[in-house]
């Protein structure tokens, strides 16, 4: 069992804790100070002078209403029921699960004056895997993810719906069979589970740890390509990438060389002075990529080891300031330029594609032994070509936009979410873009036989060709495409 502490929570920590399966729970210094800061809370409000926002008081533009105190409760089941108004397709159950385990990591900071049972009640969906129904479409990514996390909350009142071993249901009829009852919101706990930035974060630190596979992935099939295609090997040397001072690129020019060393298709001499850029400057955009991820993967641990609802309660100081922690605008523009960069990655590996099956470099055309009367992997490249389109398509920034809302009180927003649904897609379009470079490399190669790769690379080759066989004859390649993208990204 792991429980929620203090300690840094990575990208690859939040992974392997959602992967593993493992049961979570809080520690009991996460505990104390959640007790604290809600026993802080309770006396604040039962002396009676002070009017504060959104615990007795309405929300955004109404946030000069004040609400007596018989209807503190009320007024959170309210506000949780008046949000729930999502649209548009279910998130996966992979990202609805990371939003129950990062609001409970940001709950169990002590400054949000929830009480321990609400935190519980989340980790027991969370462990029990009744993941709460939540859409796409709804926040604005500024006031939190208001909608999504709305439709999040209603699980804990008993309310909306859950996906439960596979089925969505009732989350009422899921309970009652469960024996569990649902929870009570009391004063500033249904605030305190809309307000935050779950909804983006759980996309960005999913699309940082699966960028990361991904780099890595397009670093080792664009050396199998760079091998196949006679490429020239002095543009990866040290001292040439150095001359540029950009880390990433300095990285990849040595992952390269190391995928090929003892490679005998290297050794062969070349019949060209250069090679194309796809070739030639995968350092250089393989590089640039890998500096943004790493911008990207700090940002969003960042996040997850914040506090992002509002206001912020600080019993130790008798505060409770009202802020805007919630903004997520360092997301939005984490989340657009992951995207960009991950779409370039794919970008580069259709042109190394095309140049695979262009019939260059005594290949033959569409890597197929009879071309004319065999189309090989000639639509192949146009599915490519249509992800890389698409990719475009999906990378303008949804962060440059705003738009006004409560009544001009919410007059800036960040539009994160759009932008974390928006790069999900692109990561799902990258895989499949750079497993059917590895399709058209696997084939070049066997055209390139009885010469070898490097051994690191025939061992890469030789897994992968007990998935995916030799394109002897046409035959329906979506079967191909498919195992190929989960051979790299399993």
């Given at each position: 069992?792991?429980?929620?502490s203090?300690e840094?929570y990575?990208v690859e920590?939040?992974n392997d804790?959602?992967?593993?399966?493992?049961?979570?729970?809080?520690?009991e210094?996460?505990?104390?100070?959640?007790i604290?800061?809600a026993?802080?809370l309770?006396?604040?409000l039962a002396?009676?002078?002070e009017?504060?926002y959104?615990?007795?008081?309405?929300?955004?533009?109404?946030?000069?209403?004040?609400?007596?105190?018989e209807?503190l409760e009320e007024l959170?089941i309210?506000?949780?029921r008046s949000?729930a108004?999502g649209?548009g397709?279910v998130i996966?159950?992979?990202?609805s699960?990371?939003i129950?385990?990062l609001?409970?990591?940001a709950?169990?900071?002590g400054h949000?004056?929830?009480?321990l049972?609400?935190?519980?009640?989340?980790l027991?969906?969370?462990?029990?895997d009744?993941?709460?129904?939540i859409y796409e479409?709804?926040?604005?990514g500024a006031?939190g993810?208001?909608?999504?996390?709305?439709?999040m909350s209603?699980?804990?009142i008993?309310?909306?719906?859950?996906r439960?071993?596979?089925?969505k249901?009732a989350?009422?009829?899921?309970?009652?069979?469960l024996?569990?009852q649902?929870i009570?919101?009391?004063?500033k706990?249904?605030?305190?589970?809309?307000?935050?930035?779950q909804?983006?974060?759980?996309?960005?630190s999913?699309g940082?740890?699966?960028?990361m596979s991904?780099f890595?992935?397009a670093?080792?099939?664009?050396s199998i390509?760079?091998?196949v295609?006679?490429?020239?090997?002095?543009?990866?040397?040290?001292?040439?990438?150095?001359?540029?001072?950009?880390?990433?690129?300095?990285e990849?020019?040595?992952?390269i060389?190391?995928?090929l060393?003892?490679?005998?298709l290297?050794?062969q001499p070349k019949?060209?002075v250069q090679?194309p850029?796809?070739l030639?400057c995968?350092?250089?955009v393989?590089?640039?990529?890998?500096?943004?991820?790493d911008f990207c993967?700090?940002t969003?641990?960042?996040e997850i080891?914040?506090?992002?609802?509002?206001p912020?309660i600080?019993?130790?100081?008798?505060?409770?300031?009202?802020?805007g922690?919630?903004?997520?605008?360092?997301?939005a523009?984490a989340?657009?330029?992951?995207?960009?960069a991950?779409?370039?990655?794919?970008s580069?590996?259709?042109r190394?594609t095309y140049?695979?099956i262009s019939?260059e470099r005594?290949?033959?055309p569409?890597?197929?032994k009879n071309?004319g009367?065999h189309?090989?992997l000639?639509?192949?490249?146009?599915s490519?070509a249509?992800?890389?389109s698409?990719?475009?398509?999906?990378c303008t920034?949804?962060s440059v936009?705003?738009?006004?809302?409560s009544?001009?009180?919410e007059?800036?927003v960040?539009m994160g979410?759009?932008?974390a649904t928006k790069?999900?897609?692109?990561i799902?379009?990258?895989?499949?873009?750079?497993?059917i470079?590895l399709?058209?490399a696997a084939?070049?190669?066997?055209?390139?036989r009885?010469l070898?790769?490097?051994?690191?690379?025939?061992t890469?080759?030789?897994?992968?060709r007990k998935?995916?066989?030799?394109i002897?004859?046409?035959?329906i390649?979506?079967?191909?495409i498919?195992?190929?993208?989960t051979?790299?990204?399993?």
């Open positions: 069992m792991h429980f929620i203090d840094f990575s920590k939040i804790l959602i992967v593993s399966g493992v049961e979570i729970g809080i520690s210094a996460s505990k104390d100070k959640v604290v800061c026993e802080y309770s006396r604040k002396s009676g002078n009017i504060i959104g615990i007795n008081t309405g929300f955004g533009s109404l946030c000069n209403t004040v609400i007596s105190n209807q959170q309210n506000l949780v949000h108004c649209a397709e996966p159950d992979e990202i699960k990371r129950l385990l609001k409970a990591i709950l169990s900071k949000s004056g929830v009480r049972e609400t935190i519980d009640r989340i027991w969906l969370y462990n029990n009744v993941i709460p129904v479409l709804g926040s604005l006031s993810d208001l909608a999504p996390l709305a439709h209603l699980a804990l008993g309310e909306g719906e859950v439960y071993k596979g089925i249901r989350t009422s009829d899921v309970l009652k069979e024996s569990v649902p009570h919101l009391h004063a706990e249904g605030l305190a589970l809309l307000n935050g930035t909804f983006m974060a759980a996309y960005l999913y940082v740890f699966q960028g991904i890595n992935n670093n080792n099939v664009a390509t760079l091998d295609l006679f490429g020239i090997e002095s543009p990866f040397k040290a001292n040439v990438n150095a001359l540029r001072n950009q880390k990433g690129q300095m990849v020019a040595q992952l060389l190391e995928r060393k003892g490679s005998q290297m050794k019949q060209h090679d850029y796809s030639r995968i350092p250089q393989h590089g640039a990529s890998k500096d943004t991820l993967k700090k969003i641990e960042n080891n914040a506090v992002t609802d509002n912020t600080f019993p130790e100081t008798d505060e409770i300031i009202s802020a922690n919630f903004h997520g605008q360092p997301l523009l989340l657009d330029y992951l995207a960009i991950l779409a370039e990655l794919g580069i590996s259709e190394r140049k695979l019939g005594d290949l033959p569409f890597l197929v071309p009367l189309s090989g000639m639509i192949a490249q146009y490519c249509s992800m890389v698409q990719n475009k398509q999906l920034p949804a936009d705003t738009i006004d809302s009544n001009g009180q007059d800036h960040s979410a759009n932008a790069c999900y897609k692109v799902e379009n990258v895989k499949n873009i750079i497993g470079e399709l058209s084939q070049a190669m066997d055209f390139r009885p070898q790769s490097s051994e690191v690379n025939e890469l080759l030789r897994s992968y998935i995916v066989p030799f002897e004859n046409d035959r390649l979506a079967n191909d498919l195992k190929s993208k051979f790299l990204f399993q």
